[in-house]
């Protein structure tokens, strides 16, 4: 019913900015939440970002706080993650995902894009 696509990510210097940017079609609603995960080789999927489709209702995993934003770009049709001060740690594949307020879990998923912050 959603089908979301990803795109922005890239290579960048420690410190440097990428956005990223979640494309969303289908059904789409104001209680729908738009969230972002990044998931390193190894290592477990982890929550960044997240917000309502709105805009109304946005949240932040502790790392992301102050360096990351969310936002909605309504022209576009996007959720946009604006990352800023990126670190090595940061490095990941970025999945943007949906799912519906009263859902815990996130039914729709993109492809990802791949961030890829050097030292």
């Known amino acids: 019913q959603v089908q979301l696509v990803e795109s922005g990510g890239g290579l960048v210097q420690a410190g440097g900015s990428l956005r990223l940017s979640c494309t969303a079609s289908g059904r789409t609603f104001n209680n729908l939440y738009i969230g972002w995960f990044r998931q390193a080789p190894g290592r477990d999927r982890e929550f960044v970002s997240a917000?309502?489709?709105?805009?109304?209702?946005?949240y932040y995993a502790d790392s992301m706080k102050g360096r990351f934003t969310i936002s909605r770009d309504n022209a576009k049709n996007t959720v946009d993650l604006q990352m800023n001060n990126l670190k090595p740690e940061d490095t990941g594949e970025y999945h943007c995902?949906?799912?519906?307020?009263?859902?815990?879990?996130?039914?729709?998923w993109g492809l990802g894009t791949q961030v890829t912050v050097s030292s």
């Open positions: 995902a949906a799912r519906q307020a009263t859902d815990t879990s996130y039914d729709y």
């Open positions: 917000i309502r489709w709105d805009g109304r209702n946005t």
